[in-house]
């Protein structure tokens, strides 16, 4: 079995090389537009979707939340709010592919500060989820509540 060290270690320098790759070809594209840059900007770039970077976030996302669900498994008695954190993951790694929230912009028809309007309701919901989840953060060790925060 992989150590936990090791594993972190991979992951970061996956993500770094990721990113990495987006800022290199982003910062290509804005020295010397070509046709192979020009090819490889929305598959790389880091502002672009439906790309590799967006591939690597929602995989990402899909595994943290198989391994809250396996914290869910073990750890009563706060089992539920580990379930509703696998909850959470997984339907935003589905929202990171499937591009959900963008497909909901312009329903409400906000400009300026708010130009993005699905950030209204999803205030709302974060701000519901801290309230319900507070008790719950403060009974966690330190370690795994400063982890899962950040």
Do not use: Q
């Not at 939340?65 to 750890?75: D, P, Q």
């Not at 339907?91 to 906000?110: F, K, V, Y």
């Not at 507070?134 to 982890?147: D, G, I, K, Q, Y």
């Amino acid at each position: 079995m992989i150590e936990e060290a090791t594993l972190r270690r991979r992951l970061f320098y996956g993500v770094a090389v990721v990113a990495g790759l987006g800022l290199l070809v982003d910062v290509w594209h804005a020295r010397s537009p070509n046709d192979v840059v020009e090819a490889l900007l929305p598959k790389l770039s880091l502002s672009y979707e439906a790309n590799l970077p967006t591939w690597v976030s929602s995989s990402l996302l899909l595994v943290c939340a198989l391994v809250a669900g396996a914290i869910a498994t073990a750890r009563p008695p706060w089992h539920r709010h580990w379930w509703g954190i696998t909850a959470i993951l997984a339907w935003m790694s589905l929202d990171e592919a499937a591009e959900i929230h963008e497909h909901l912009g312009g329903l409400i028809g906000t400009n300026g500060i708010f130009y993005f309007d699905w950030v209204i309701p999803a205030t709302a919901v974060v701000l519901a989820l801290a309230l319900i989840y507070l008790p719950f953060v403060r009974v966690l060790e330190s370690r795994t509540r400063n982890r899962l925060l950040i």
